[in-house]
C-alpha cells in the first residue's frame, strides 16, 4: 500500500438516535442525511484512483462504501479488525451512559458485560489497519468507525488516546501514507501494551 483513505461512515440511525451499538449483528443503515453524506463522499474521491476498499463488519461502513463508489468497481475487504468497539453492557443503551463509565475508567478497564477496554480495542485496531499495510494496492480506501481514525488522527500529531474521545466529521476523507500509517500503528500497538490516559 501506498497511499491509504480513512473515512467514518456517514450518519447512521443509531447516530442520531445516540445508540451504543458495537454488534454488527444488530448494526442498523445509514439515514437520508446520511445517505446524502456517502454520495458526497464519493464525489470527494472521484479522481482517487482507489485500488481497494475496506469496510468493518457493519452495515453503516458497508452502505457509506456502497454509496460512495456507486458505479465504480473497486474491490471490497472486510476487516474485523476495525470493527467499532465492543460495548458489553452497554449495547443498546444511550451512548451518554457508556462515556459516563468510560471517562472514569482506567483505558485497561473491560466494559462491564463482557465488553472491550480501550486498550484491546486499540491494540485490535493496530492490527485491522496493519492488514492494509500489507496490502498490495496502491491506494486504499477504508471506511471505519471514529474510535479507530481518531486513534490514528492523534497518534499522527505524536498524542496517546485519551479518555475523552475528540469527535470524528462523517465521510470525510483523510489521506495519508503508508509511511504515516505505519508510525500511528506502531504508537498505537505500543500504547496498548502499557496503556496510560494522555495528559
Known sequence: MRTVILARHAESRFSVTGTCNGDPASCEGLTDEGRE????????????????CAT???RRTQETADLALEGREVP????????DIRFGSYEGALLTDYRRWAHAAAPDDACPGGGESRAEAAGRFARGFRVLLERNEDVVLAVAHALPIRYVLSALLEQDPAAIVE???????????????????????RWSERPAWAA
Do not use: H, M
Open 167 to 189: 469527535p470524528v466529521a462523517y465521510a470525510e476523507p483523510s489521506r495519508f501514507t503508508a509511511g504515516q500509517l505505519e508510525r500511528a500503528v506502531l504508537r498505537l500497538a
Open 56 to 58: 468493518t463488519e457493519f
Open 76 to 83: 471490497r475487504l472486510v476487516v474485523p479488525e476495525l470493527n
Open 37 to 52: 453524506q456517502a454520495r458526497a463522499l464519493g464525489r470527494l474521491l472521484a479522481d482517487d484512483p482507489l485500488e481497494l
